[in-house]
């Protein structure tokens, strides 16, 4: 589907896997926060693919460790800034090697450039990288994104990995972000 010329942004979980491929988060020594142990232990519990389309290019990704990851790098916040017109960079260097540089062009505008990079063989340690440019709509971005990760914040909460307050102190920067109308 394409708007205004502009390629398709769309993320949103898969259908569980039930597989596990690492341990069950722990904080033995007590250096997490009930809302980062909570968060942690919702994303490997719950884990399951979450695909990203930007055009026509689909990722694959997973909430452990990847999604995780994002949420403990403060995703709200880097939303927030974002809309505020800042560029940001995502990354999912666990399950994939790829990063996306989001720089807003213009009111309506984003420019997300999608950086793969990973070796040429298992023998082989020699980096390759490939690049991808797309033009996407800025609206579409920032509530496809808020969306997504207002909806694994109300899964934390009803699976009682999280409390009330904490969701919502860990959503306040979403809460900056102008409504849909005013962002384009």
Same mark, same amino acid.
């Given at each position: 589907?394409?708007?205004?010329?502009?390629? !398709?942004?769309?993320?949103?979980?898969?259908?569980?896997?039930?597989?596990?491929?690492?341990?069950? #988060?722990?904080?033995?020594?007590?250096?997490?926060?009930?809302?980062?142990?909570? +968060? &942690? /232990?919702?994303?490997?519990?719950?884990?399951?693919?979450?695909?990203?389309?930007?055009?026509? =290019?689909?990722?694959?990704?997973?909430?452990?460790?990847? *999604?995780?990851? +994002?949420?403990?790098?403060?995703? #709200?916040?880097?939303?927030?800034?974002?809309?505020?017109?800042? #560029? *940001?960079?995502? %990354?999912?260097? %666990?399950?994939?090697?790829?990063?996306?540089?989001?720089?807003?062009?213009? &009111?309506?505008?984003?420019?997300?450039?999608? &950086?793969?990079?990973?070796? /040429?063989?298992? !023998?082989?340690?020699?980096?390759?990288?490939?690049?991808?440019?797309?033009?996407?709509? &800025?609206?579409?971005?920032?509530? %496809?994104?808020? =969306?997504?990760?207002?909806?694994?914040?109300?899964?934390?909460?009803?699976?009682?990995?999280?409390?009330?307050? %904490?969701?919502?102190?860990? +959503?306040?920067?979403?809460?900056? *972000?102008? #409504?849909?109308?005013?962002?384009?």
């Amino acid at each position: 589907m394409m708007m205004n010329n502009y390629s !398709n942004f769309t993320i949103h979980l898969e259908e569980p896997h039930g597989e596990k491929y690492a341990d069950a #988060p722990d904080d033995t020594l007590g250096e997490l926060s009930h809302f980062e142990l909570g +968060l &942690k /232990l919702f994303c490997f519990e719950c884990d399951r693919p979450v695909s990203i389309e930007i055009g026509e =290019e689909k990722l694959n990704v997973f909430l452990d460790p990847d *999604i995780c990851m +994002l949420l403990e790098d403060e995703l #709200p916040k880097k939303l927030s800034e974002l809309s505020q017109g800042k #560029p *940001i960079n995502i %990354e999912f260097v %666990e399950s994939v090697c790829i990063t996306l540089e989001l720089q807003p062009l213009a &009111k309506d505008r984003i420019s997300c450039n999608l &950086k793969k990079f990973g070796y /040429l063989s298992p !023998n082989q340690f020699t980096l390759k990288s490939r690049n991808q440019h797309f033009e996407l709509n &800025k609206t579409q971005v920032i509530t %496809e994104s808020k =969306e997504f990760v207002e909806q694994l914040m109300e899964m934390a909460l009803n699976g009682g990995y999280i409390t009330l307050e %904490e969701k919502q102190e860990f +959503l306040m920067p979403l809460r900056e *972000i102008a #409504p849909a109308s005013a962002i384009s």
